[in-house]
């Protein structure tokens, strides 16, 4: 499966983005889905997954109550509604899947995106 991410920019603090996901060469209803991010000199980290019912959700705490993992699977995209931006979510980010039914927290997905830079000034 091949993995397209848009929607990055730079925004304000306080700002919003939404992030999208898009494949292609499978269905996505096959495969949970991840985001995760990776910031200039520091570890990619995760940042939300949602299992492939979409029914199943998990985020890094920093991120809970800001942003929103979804999934689309008729569209076979995944997204990520990102509200009350900080400028430590300045990183670029990165969609991930894999071919489990539950949610994957670690970075031990198979098919990743290219990343979107995500750039939130203070």
């Known amino acids: 499966v091949q993995l397209q991410a848009s929607g990055g920019g730079l925004v304000q603090a306080g700002g919003s983005l939404r992030l999208s996901c898009t494949a292609s060469?499978?269905?996505?209803?096959?495969?949970?889905m991840g985001w995760f991010r990776q910031a200039p000199g520091k570890e990619r980290e995760f940042v939300a997954a949602?299992?492939?019912?979409?029914?199943?959700?998990e985020y890094l705490t920093s991120v809970k109550g800001r942003f929103t993992i979804s999934r689309d699977n008729a569209k076979n995209t995944v997204y990520l509604q990102m509200n009350n931006l900080k400028p430590e979510d300045t990183a670029v980010y990165y969609c991930?899947?894999?071919?489990?039914?539950?949610?994957?927290?670690?970075?031990?997905?198979?098919?990743w995106g290219q990343g979107t830079q995500v750039t939130v000034s203070s």
């Open positions: 949602i299992s492939w019912s979409g029914k199943v959700t």
């Open positions: 060469g499978d269905i996505l209803t096959r495969y949970a």
């Open positions: 991930a899947a894999d071919p489990v039914a539950t949610v994957v927290v670690t970075t031990e997905y198979d098919y």
